[in-house]
Nanobody, 127 residues
């Protein structure tokens, strides 16, 4: 069974850091681009970051560029999202997703290109 599980969310003060993890089971991540998305209350889900299967290519939304870093450890079948300098507007449920038909990140980063999703992890940034 193909499954993605996010972890690492929590409550942090503005300016703090969190590292999210996305662990896969039932398939190996190293063939696919992996994206991180987030959905804040009352808002649509938006693409945050993406990494190609090899890790050689990454994408960041303008809102997180310079603060978030995506990486992958294919040996551990895990993708990470390091989030620094967090702001209250980063508060959302964060999801990881696998583009099971592509090794490269789609541009623009849209939900429709990702076919396997985790359940999400809550990130709350207090001011």
């Amino acid at each position: 069974q193909v499954q993605l599980v996010e972890s690492g969310g929590g409550l942090v003060q503005s300016g703090g850091s969190l590292r999210l993890s996305c662990a896969a089971s039932g398939f190996t991540l190293d063939l696919y681009a992996i994206g991180w998305f987030r959905q804040a209350p009352g808002k649509e889900r938006e693409g945050v970051s993406c990494i190609s299967s090899s890790g050689g290519s990454t994408y960041y939304a303008d809102s997180v560029k310079g603060r978030f870093t995506i990486s992958r450890d294919n040996a551990k079948n895990t993708v990470y999202l390091q989030m620094n300098s967090l702001k209250p507007e980063d508060t959302a449920v964060y999801y990881c997703a696998a583009a099971l038909s592509s090794s490269s990140c789609p541009y623009p980063l849209g939900e429709g290109d990702f076919s396997s999703w985790g359940q999400g992890t809550q990130v709350t940034v207090s001011s």
